[in-house]
């Protein structure tokens, strides 16, 4: 979802925002065809938070070399505090399985 969200921002700036949209949109749909049979595969096995952390894991997992190599954003320290909270939110949303308590 990364691309489809933030590309347009460098490729399409020059271009009307309904192209951004519509291009943006086409791109989703085929992840989200990914997305859902992947969440109701997940489901079997992790809560819905546990869900909702690790997509946010992934998101920030692919955002933030997305940022600094497509992008051509500045690496910046506030990615490393956002990955630390994200860790943070993964062993506080998996500690009963971990711990089983």
């Given at each position: 979802m990364t691309f489809a969200w933030y590309a347009h921002l460098r490729d399409l700036s020059s271009?009307?925002?309904i192209i951004?949209?519509?291009?943006?949109?086409?791109?989703?749909?085929?992840?989200?065809?990914?997305?859902?049979?992947?969440?109701r595969i997940g489901y079997a096995e992790l809560s819905l938070g546990q869900?909702?952390?690790?997509?946010?894991?992934?998101?920030?997992?692919?955002?933030v070399p997305?940022?600094?190599?497509?992008?051509k954003e500045p690496p910046k320290l506030?990615?490393?505090?956002?990955?630390?909270?994200?860790?943070?939110?993964?062993?506080f949303i998996?500690?009963?399985k971990w711990t089983g308590a």
């Open positions: 271009k009307p925002w951004a949209a519509v291009t943006s949109w086409g791109i989703a749909f085929f992840e989200y065809m990914l997305q859902v049979p992947a969440n869900l909702k952390i690790l997509q946010e894991v992934i998101t920030l997992s692919v955002f997305f940022a600094i190599f497509y992008m506030d990615y490393l505090w956002a990955g630390l909270c994200i860790l943070g939110a993964v062993f998996f500690r009963s």
